[in-house]
């Protein structure tokens, strides 16, 4: 395998789930939404990285408040 499929293989796996996420909401693909993310990286030297983490920052939050309960007395 080559470093770049390595690469790209680690970040799916291990990654946040920010892309797939995002693409479902907005109805795109999500190879898309990671070259989207490559791209802003490079053109903004690193802020698209940034804004990747602050998003599986703020998704990861989320999820802890809004757990989905099955009952009242879940609480």
């Given at each position: ?32 939404v990671r070259l989207f993310f490559i791209y802003a ?12 983490l602050t998003l599986a920052f703020w998704l990861k ?15």
């Amino acid at each position: 395998m080559t470093l770049v499929k390595q690469l790209r293989f680690f970040f799916e796996r291990h990654g946040f789930y920010v892309s797939t996420r995002l693409a479902d909401r907005l109805g795109m693909k999500v190879k898309s939404v990671r070259l989207f993310f490559i791209y802003a990286s490079f053109a903004t030297f690193g802020a698209g990285f940034v804004m990747y983490l602050t998003l599986a920052f703020w998704l990861k939050l989320k999820d802890l408040v809004y757990t989905k309960r099955t009952s009242v007395f879940d609480l």
